[in-house]
């Protein structure tokens, strides 16, 4: 039973079965080991199962390292193992790139080279492959030579696909560990550890997933990957009945990379989505050199957690714009460095799965969202923890999905109050996502054209189609590659549009067919092209609208999927440059200028007729109808004549929205005000409008300030204006978006808060500085240490900075017990030497702080002992534990002398001894 030759026949069998042949196959086999194990007395030595399923599911197995092997390496590493001159025929078969696998090339090369029958064991391959792994390609030829000699061809055939990761035998991984036990891909999805999924369903702790106090069997534990629990698709029409059932939580769907944050109280370790492990680039410790996030992480955890896993986001944060960077925006966040003055990593939080030694899988949500809160300590930029908001009602709902889309967020996240956390789970799990893509007529869909495809791995089909756009039609037409898609249409679908396309299908270069079109790919060429004569048109739908040079476009559509085919569209039919430029608003808006790579496709605001909308089939379009330019005439009789000179005289003004806050001014009111003063108010901003006036950002204005073709501006501006009858120039405060012009001119007036270079500050314009240094919290944001210190060198000189900042870094308790005093005048000294300490950049905690601090002072005439001060000390620290530096009880009056001294007295004078 231990012979490799054994699951190499098992293999060979289950790929050439039927489907009930194949399962019926690996059933008995399990069946078989079962007994097999149940026949051997119990110990170490006893056989178990894992070994097997290391080699029966590779890519299952994370104890083993990659293996560094592709299908062309790998048989580079059999050419130089068997010895074979390169440039016979058999070699150049074995190295093509053919539609059969390398297994399969390889056999009749494998025939008289190695033994008819293998010697092999289980335990020998995964030693071998082991070697593999921990040597590289290097090793690759050695141990092949080793299991060349001891295998048969076809347990060679099957160690070739076992090394590419991929058996090809039509049975899903998912499957085959449910054949094993029924709870075993539970199980692994908790885990992500097939030896302790074995261990534990030997050991006979999962007979019954009712024996478990976890759902489905997950147990999470710290330094142990966990399969991340997945938001099921939500259409907008389903959310009322959700609502009517169960309470729900809505979260802003973060467009960062799925991670998890272990931490089991001394080691740190991050996951991707998908478990590889990328603790190195992050930080494994907090002193750590090299790491960019542990060092703040560490000191954001609680003072209470020992051991902890968190599920979020993370994210790319730009520290000049202090905003995240969305993901196609190109920066890969686990490549970057601590040296990057510009980007950093930000790990957003929304659950937590572990907490001090216990599981939250079985933990309902809302319980879990308390935990994350007392767990983690926010701090802008390093860690965050997802907003969240309980939902009312539906109206409720669509007010906050209709703030993200004007927040520009990818979506949203309903997530139900009693769900518990389900590894690798999707479908019924309480987590949904709504996205404006997946409602009908919210955003923009695009006409485009097939110009090519690409087969699937095998080489038998088309399953994705390359489409493109019209960059002009006559007299000579040329198309452009948008996209590559492969999502949207059902199995039937893809049969149908491969029988149609097939016969029209070119290899070769790209000319664009005997009609003399021209056709671009970019740099995404597909393995076959059709001639846009011979083509057909596919609506597409998508969430974003990307900057790619990818693509011959220069845009590409992120998530895109197919929402219909379109027969009735002919070629020159097709969406073209021009639209999707202007879909884009970047003609004008380069990414220098503040552009941004993506374009959110969304259109509109969601609308309660949503919600009840049923699903719809995609219709043509109806052509767009340019907006008309609509302007308000004064009414004589309504409104005073303008004043002579006005300070808009000649300039066009649109008024797009207003506050609301109560007692703001209304449209009629600001359009009055413009005219008032000589300038005509329109509805729709032309090149020529001087600015647009913006009481609140909404859908319509975000979208022109996007463009970055008009000044938008604060009704402030325009009121303030009003009232001083005279036309300012623009304020940074004034400003929601600036021209390029107007951007290069307030950076030559102001600096980055907006704190000008030659105008005088008053107390007013300083507070409003203040709160805009502090950006959205309104408080100012928190300098660092260096900057504390370079700022004092700069002010008060390099030699008295250091003398003012004598106790820089240090913190102090002030001793205090009901009998400690020999009187109030030693107690007022002693209080005034503390201040003296914080004034030298000591740190004072009051009695209500807790922390440990590094001095404690007693005041002249305390009577208590030093044990009974120590205990004192250790009260006020609340708990935490002692650093490397001990807390010292000292004389204040040391603080009076290190300040005569202008350097820090010896502790040793000032100790405070019985």
Same mark, same amino acid.
């Given at each position: 039973?231990?012979?490799?030759?054994?699951?190499?026949?098992?293999?060979?069998?289950?790929?050439?079965?039927?489907?009930?042949?194949?399962?019926?196959?690996?059933?008995?086999?399990?069946?078989?080991?079962?007994?097999?194990?149940?026949?051997?007395?119990?110990?170490?030595?006893?056989?178990?199962?894992?070994?097997?399923?290391?080699?029966?599911?590779?890519?299952?197995?994370?104890?083993?390292? !990659?293996?560094? @092997?592709?299908? #062309?390496? +790998?048989?580079?590493?059999?050419? /130089?193992? &068997?010895? *074979?001159?390169?440039? $016979?025929?058999?070699?150049?078969?074995?190295?093509?790139?053919?539609?059969?696998?390398?297994?399969?090339?390889?056999?009749?090369?494998?025939?008289?080279?190695?033994?008819?029958?293998?010697?092999?064991?289980?335990?020998?391959?995964?030693?071998?492959?082991?070697?593999?792994?921990?040597?590289?390609?290097?090793?690759?030829?050695?141990?092949?030579?080793?299991?060349?000699?001891? !295998?048969?061809? @076809?347990?060679? #055939?099957? +160690?070739?696909?076992?090394?590419? /990761?991929? &058996?090809? *035998?039509?049975?899903? $991984?998912?499957?085959?560990?449910?054949?094993?036990?029924?709870?075993?891909?539970?199980?692994?999805?908790?885990?992500?550890?097939?030896?302790?999924?074995?261990?534990?369903?030997?050991?006979?702790?999962?007979?019954?997933?009712?024996?478990?106090?976890?759902?489905?069997?997950?147990?999470?534990?710290?330094?142990?990957?966990?399969?991340?629990?997945?938001?099921?698709?939500?259409?907008?029409?389903?959310?009322?009945?959700?609502?009517?059932?169960?309470?729900?939580?809505?979260?802003?769907?973060?467009?960062?990379?799925?991670?998890?944050?272990?931490?089991?109280?001394?080691?740190?370790?991050?996951?991707?989505?998908?478990?590889?492990?990328?603790?190195?680039?992050?930080?494994?410790?907090?002193?750590?050199?090299?790491?960019?996030?542990?060092?703040?992480?560490?000191?954001?955890?609680?003072?209470?957690?020992?051991?902890?896993?968190?599920?979020?986001?993370?994210?790319?944060?730009?520290?000049?714009?202090?905003?995240?960077?969305?993901?196609?925006?190109?920066?890969?966040?686990?490549?970057?460095?601590?040296?990057?003055?510009?980007?950093?990593?930000?790990?957003?939080?929304?659950?937590?799965?572990?907490?001090?030694?216990?599981?939250?899988?079985?933990?309902?949500?809302?319980?879990?969202?308390?935990?994350?809160?007392?767990?983690?300590?926010?701090?802008?930029?390093?860690?965050?923890?997802?907003?969240?908001?309980?939902?009312?009602?539906?109206?409720?709902?669509?007010?906050?999905?209709?703030?993200?889309?004007?927040?520009?967020?990818?979506?949203?996240?309903?997530?139900?109050?009693?769900?518990?956390?389900?590894?690798?789970?999707?479908?019924?799990?309480?987590?949904?996502?709504?996205?404006?893509?997946?409602?009908?007529?919210?955003?923009?869909?695009?006409?485009?054209?097939?110009?090519?495809?690409?087969?699937?791995?095998?080489?038998?089909?088309?399953?994705?189609?390359?489409?493109?756009?019209?960059?002009?039609?006559?007299?000579?037409?040329?198309?452009?590659?948008?996209?590559?898609?492969?999502?949207?249409?059902?199995?039937?679908?893809?049969?149908?549009?491969?029988?149609?396309?097939?016969?029209?299908?070119?290899?070769?270069?790209?000319?664009?067919?005997?009609?003399?079109?021209?056709?671009?790919?970019?740099?995404?060429?597909?393995?076959?092209?059709?001639?846009?004569?011979?083509?057909?048109?596919?609506?597409?739908?998508?969430?974003?609208?990307?900057?790619?040079?990818?693509?011959?476009?220069?845009?590409?559509?992120?998530?895109?999927?197919?929402?219909?085919?379109?027969?009735?569209?002919?070629?020159?039919?097709?969406?073209?440059?021009?639209?999707?430029?202007?879909?884009?608003?970047?003609?004008?808006?380069?990414?220098?200028?503040?552009?941004?790579?993506?374009?959110?496709?969304?259109?509109?605001?969601?609308?309660?007729?949503?919600?009840?909308?049923?699903?719809?089939?995609?219709?043509?379009?109806?052509?767009?109808?340019?907006?008309?330019?609509?302007?308000?005439?004064?009414?004589?009789?309504?409104?005073?004549?303008?004043?002579?000179?006005?300070?808009?005289?000649?300039?066009?003004?649109?008024?797009?929205?207003?506050?609301?806050?109560?007692?703001?001014?209304?449209?009629?009111?600001?359009?009055?005000?413009?005219?008032?003063?000589?300038?005509?108010?329109?509805?729709?901003?032309?090149?020529?409008?001087?600015?647009?006036?913006?009481?609140?950002?909404?859908?319509?204005?975000?979208?022109?300030?996007?463009?970055?073709?008009?000044?938008?501006?604060?009704?402030?501006?325009?009121?303030?204006?009003?009232?001083?009858?005279?036309?300012?120039?623009?304020?940074?405060?004034?400003?929601?978006?600036?021209?390029?012009?107007?951007?290069?001119?307030?950076?030559?007036?102001?600096?980055?808060?907006?704190?000008?270079?030659?105008?005088?500050?008053?107390?007013?314009?300083?507070?409003?500085?203040?709160?805009?240094?502090?950006?959205?919290?309104?408080?100012?944001?928190?300098?660092?240490?260096?900057?504390?210190?370079?700022?004092?060198?700069?002010?008060?000189?390099?030699?008295?900075?250091?003398?003012?900042?004598?106790?820089?870094?240090?913190?102090?308790?002030?001793?205090?017990?009901?009998?400690?005093?020999?009187?109030?005048?030693?107690?007022?000294?002693?209080?005034?030497?503390?201040?003296?300490?914080?004034?030298?950049?000591?740190?004072?905690?009051?009695?209500?702080?807790?922390?440990?601090?590094?001095?404690?002072?007693?005041?002249?005439?305390?009577?208590?002992?030093?044990?009974?001060?120590?205990?004192?000390?250790?009260?006020?620290?609340?708990?935490?534990?002692?650093?490397?530096?001990?807390?010292?009880?000292?004389?204040?009056?040391?603080?009076?002398?290190?300040?005569?001294?202008?350097?820090?007295?010896?502790?040793?004078?000032?100790?405070?001894?019985?």
């Amino acid at each position: 039973m231990e012979s490799f030759g054994v699951l190499s026949s098992l293999l060979e069998k289950v790929h050439h079965a039927q489907r009930p042949g194949k399962e019926a196959a690996l059933r008995k086999f399990f069946q078989d080991f079962e007994r097999y194990r149940q026949s051997c007395a119990e110990g170490p030595n006893r056989p178990s199962i894992h070994a097997w399923l290391r080699l029966l599911l590779p890519g299952l197995d994370r104890e083993r390292k !990659a293996y560094g @092997l592709r299908e #062309r390496s +790998l048989a580079e590493a059999y050419v /130089r193992a &068997l010895g *074979l001159d390169r440039r $016979s025929e058999d070699v150049q078969r074995l190295l093509s790139a053919a539609t059969d696998d390398l297994a399969t090339r390889l056999g009749s090369l494998l025939h008289g080279r190695c033994p008819a029958v293998g010697d092999l064991t289980v335990a020998d391959v995964n030693a071998r492959l082991d070697a593999i792994a921990d040597g590289g390609p290097t090793a690759a030829r050695t141990e092949l030579v080793q299991l060349i000699e001891r !295998a048969s061809p @076809l347990d060679q #055939r099957w +160690l070739v696909r076992i090394l590419l /990761r991929n &058996l090809r *035998l039509a049975v899903s $991984s998912r499957r085959i560990l449910q054949l094993y036990h029924p709870s075993a891909p539970t199980i692994y999805d908790g885990a992500s550890d097939l030896k302790q999924m074995v261990e534990q369903i030997e050991s006979r702790q999962a007979t019954a997933n009712e024996l478990l106090d976890e759902p489905d069997g997950a147990v999470i534990r710290p330094l142990h990957f966990v399969r991340p629990m997945l938001c099921q698709r939500l259409e907008l029409r389903q959310v009322g009945e959700l609502l009517r059932r169960d309470a729900y939580w809505l979260e802003t769907k973060m467009d960062g990379e799925r991670f998890q944050v272990h931490w089991d109280g001394e080691t740190f370790r991050y996951y991707s989505r998908n478990g590889h492990d990328y603790s190195e680039s992050f930080g494994r410790s907090a002193d750590q050199v090299g790491g960019t996030l542990t060092p703040m992480l560490a000191t954001l955890l609680a003072p209470s957690v020992r051991s902890l896993v968190l599920d979020g986001e993370m994210m790319v944060f730009d520290r000049r714009t202090l905003r995240y960077r969305d993901k196609c925006d190109g920066t890969d966040v686990k490549a970057l460095r601590p040296g990057n003055t510009q980007l950093r990593p930000c790990f957003c939080a929304y659950d937590v799965l572990h907490h001090n030694g216990r599981s939250l899988a079985g933990v309902p949500y809302a319980e879990r969202a308390r935990l994350l809160a007392e767990s983690v300590r926010e701090q802008f930029g390093f860690l965050e923890r997802c907003r969240r908001v309980r939902v009312r009602d539906p109206p409720h709902l669509l007010e906050l999905i209709n703030g993200a889309i004007d927040e520009r967020q990818e979506g949203v996240v309903l997530k139900r109050e009693d769900a518990p956390y389900r590894p690798n789970r999707r479908a019924g799990t309480g987590w949904y996502k709504i996205k404006p893509d997946y409602v009908d007529g919210l955003v923009v869909d695009f006409d485009l054209l097939v110009l090519g495809g690409f087969y699937n791995q095998r080489r038998t089909y088309v399953n994705a189609f390359l489409v493109g756009v019209a960059a002009r039609t006559t007299p000579r037409p040329e198309y452009l590659s948008v996209a590559k898609v492969s999502m949207g249409l059902g199995t039937l679908e893809w049969q149908q549009l491969n029988q149609t396309l097939r016969p029209h299908w070119r290899t070769g270069p790209v000319d664009g067919g005997d009609g003399g079109a021209v056709v671009q790919c970019g740099q995404t060429a597909p393995d076959v092209w059709i001639a846009p004569a011979d083509s057909i048109t596919l609506q597409l739908r998508g969430s974003e609208l990307v900057r790619s040079d990818s693509y011959a476009a220069g845009y590409t559509i992120r998530f895109p999927r197919i929402v219909t085919v379109r027969p009735d569209k002919l070629p020159d039919e097709v969406c073209t440059l021009d639209e999707l430029e202007q879909v884009a608003g970047s003609n004008r808006a380069a990414p220098s200028a503040g552009g941004q790579r993506a374009t959110k496709l969304a259109k509109r605001h969601v609308t309660l007729e949503d919600l009840s909308a049923p699903p719809t089939v995609s219709k043509a379009k109806a052509p767009r109808k340019r907006a008309a330019l609509v302007t308000f005439e004064r009414n004589p009789e309504q409104e005073p004549p303008p004043l002579p000179g006005g300070m808009l005289h000649g300039r066009d003004v649109c008024v797009m929205s207003v506050g609301s806050q109560p007692g703001a001014a209304t449209i009629d009111a600001l359009e009055r005000l413009v005219r008032r003063h000589g300038g005509r108010a329109v509805a729709n901003p032309t090149p020529a409008t001087y600015a647009i006036v913006a009481g609140r950002v909404t859908f319509k204005v975000r979208k022109y300030m996007e463009t970055g073709r008009w000044d938008v501006v604060r009704d402030e501006w325009l009121l303030r204006a009003g009232t001083e009858g005279r036309l300012e120039a623009f304020r940074p405060e004034d400003m929601l978006s600036a021209t390029e012009p107007t951007r290069m001119r307030l950076a030559q007036q102001y600096d980055r808060y907006g704190d000008s270079y030659t105008r005088p500050t008053t107390p007013t314009s300083f507070g409003a500085l203040l709160r805009r240094m502090g950006g959205d919290t309104g408080e100012p944001g928190r300098l660092t240490d260096r900057e504390v210190v370079r700022g004092e060198r700069m002010l008060l000189g390099v030699r008295h900075a250091t003398r003012m900042r004598l106790f820089r870094g240090l913190t102090g308790r002030l001793y205090r017990s009901a009998q400690a005093w020999d009187g109030q005048v030693a107690e007022f000294r002693a209080q005034r030497d503390m201040l003296r300490f914080v004034q030298y950049g000591g740190r004072w905690l009051r009695d209500s702080e807790p922390g440990r601090a590094r001095y404690v002072f007693v005041a002249p005439g305390a009577t208590a002992t030093v044990q009974e001060m120590e205990r004192w000390a250790d009260q006020m620290a609340h708990g935490e534990p002692a650093s490397g530096d001990d807390t010292t009880l000292l004389q204040v009056r040391w603080i009076a002398r290190s300040i005569e001294a202008g350097q820090l007295c010896d502790g040793a004078d000032f100790i405070v001894a019985d």
